[in-house]
T-cell receptor, first 119, second 108 residues
Framework: NAGVTQTPKFRVLKTGQSMTLLCAQD?????MYWYRQDPGMGLRLIHY???????AKGEVPDGYNVSRLKKQNFLLGLESAAPSQTSVYFC??????????????????FGPGTRLTVL | GENVEQHPSTLSVQEGDSAVIKCTYS??????FPWYKQELGKGPQLIID?????GEKKDQRIAVTLNKTAKHFSLHITETQPEDSAVYFC???????FGTGTSLTVIP
């Protein structure tokens, strides 16, 4: 049981190049997320998906596209990379639910991250 | 969207002392309140959470308290150890919006 995996771990791009980050989970989770992490800014949501074939914009979606063709995979694409997209990217998955007392819960499981540098 | 504030941004404590991190939020509909720990070079990992129908939860040396009226919840770590050194994030609602993080350093 690998949990959440991300490919690649590191990447250096030149301005204007494109690339795709791959996230895979083997926990049969419905929800998947892409975040970026920058110093002093915590985690910011880029896009998310609540199920196969569906995607939605998060807080900082500009310059990114996503696809969820299979339940276990969530792809993040950069069509024309910019230096402002230099960041660490984290994928996460979750399966929201309610406990026996009706309390909502939604633990997110994170991948190890991809460090992207755009020159 | 949710406005999340986390304080302090950095915290240094002596080993054995207690540490408290506070998270305030704006969305009164928030009903799930987790805390995540991120060790260097890794992704965040859930360490404790509390649901809206509970005011406090404790798990060994860590605890979370919730004040829904004031819209804040706090992480309490007692008898701190060097391995508690990490960055901690709150995430009201459990998704979408995270606090900006607190870097905790436990000095041996």
């Amino acid at each position: 049981n690998a949990g959440v995996t991300q490919t690649p771990k590191f990447r250096v791009l030149k301005t204007g190049q494109s690339m795709t980050l791959l996230c895979a989970q083997d926990m049969n989770h419905e929800y998947m997320y892409w975040y970026r992490q920058d110093p002093g800014m915590g985690l910011r949501l880029i896009h998310y998906s609540v199920g196969e074939g569906t995607t939605a914009k998060g807080e900082v979606p500009d310059g990114y596209n996503v696809s969820r063709l299979k339940k276990q995979n969530f792809l993040l694409g950069l069509e024309s990379a910019a230096p402002s997209q230099t960041s660490v990217y984290f994928c996460a998955s979750s399966h929201p639910g309610r406990d026996l007392k009706g309390g909502f819960h939604n633990e997110q499981f994170f991948g190890p991250g991809t460090r992207l540098t755009v020159l | 969207g949710e406005n999340v504030e986390q304080h302090p941004s950095t915290l240094s404590v002596q080993e054995g002392d207690s540490a408290v991190i506070k998270c305030t939020y704006s969305d009164s509909a928030s009903n799930y309140f987790p805390w995540y720990k991120q060790e260097l070079g890794k992704g965040p990992q859930l360490i404790i959470d509390i649901r809206s129908n509970v005011g406090e939860k404790k798990d060994q040396r860590i605890a979370v308290t919730l004040n829904k009226t004031a819209k804040h919840f706090s992480l309490h770590i007692t008898e701190t150890q060097p391995e508690d050194s990490a960055v901690y994030f709150c995430a009201p609602r459990g998704q979408f919006y995270f606090g900006t993080g607190t870097s905790l350093t436990v000095i041996p």
